[in-house]
């Protein structure tokens, strides 16, 4: 299952975005209203959101200023969460999300459009970072 998110405009330097993005508790600004709870440590992070089993990331790969890989810290649920930076001047940069995940067609069903709503929740929280 390939969900790619739309590419946003951030009016901040690509360097500023990949410098939050690379650091796993700084997600927590970035997560949606409806989250349940939220830990991080130097490797990941762990949320759940409300009426959704808790989700554990880690961070697979990072390319200095152009993105961040975060990956599925369990078994389980084989998948990543790309991070895409793209500068576009001094001042601003393009962010877009990709999931890729290997799913069974009926957890594919049940997942596709709660993720699609939480890769606009968070691109949306980065975009309207202070």
């Known amino acids: 299952m390939n969900i790619t998110g739309e590419k946003v405009l951030i009016n901040k330097p690509a360097e500023e975005i990949y410098s939050l993005t690379s650091q796993p508790a700084e997600y927590e600004k970035f997560m949606p209203e409806n989250i349940d709870s939220f830990k991080a440590n130097d490797e990941g992070f762990t949320f759940a959101l409300k009426g959704m089993p808790e989700i ?18 369990k078994e389980s649920l084989k998948f990543d969460l790309s991070l895409s930076i793209e500068k576009v001047s001094d001042t601003s940069c393009e962010i877009q999300f990709i999931f890729d995940g290997k799913f069974n067609m009926f957890v594919s069903s049940m997942v596709e459009k709660p993720l699609k709503n939480f890769i606009v929740s968070l691109t949306q929280g980065i975009a309207n970072l202070p």
């Open 56 to 73: 554990a990331l880690k961070i697979k790969e990072q390319t200095p200023v152009s993105g961040v890989v975060l990956t599925s810290a």
